[in-house]
């Protein structure tokens, strides 16, 4: 038996991809059914968060998909970003 799962692809941005002070990220969500019983309905909201110490945000969830725009915090190594 297994619990339904959700699953959370980022598209945006690429691995390679250079940010600046800002970074908008995008992505697609995908839910299976489980054999519990349970089913996922709805998703409430997705939060994005950066490996720079700032808050997480909200992104706008449209049906099946994600997308939200975030300013990196002030002393983020490039390195990082």
């Not at 940010?19 to 349970?38: E, M, N, W």
């Not at 939060?47 to 994600?66: E, I, M, Q, S, T």
């Amino acid at each position: 038996m297994s619990n339904p799962v959700l699953t959370v692809k980022i598209t945006a941005p690429a691995r390679e991809d250079e940010v600046g002070d800002g970074i908008f990220v995008a992505g697609h969500l995908t839910a299976s059914g489980g054999t519990t019983g349970g089913a996922i309905k709805k998703v409430l909201y997705v939060a994005v968060n950066l490996d720079d110490g700032g808050l997480a945000v909200k992104a706008a969830v449209n049906g099946v998909g994600f997308t939200c725009t975030r300013t990196v915090k002030d002393g983020t190594p490039e390195a990082r970003r």
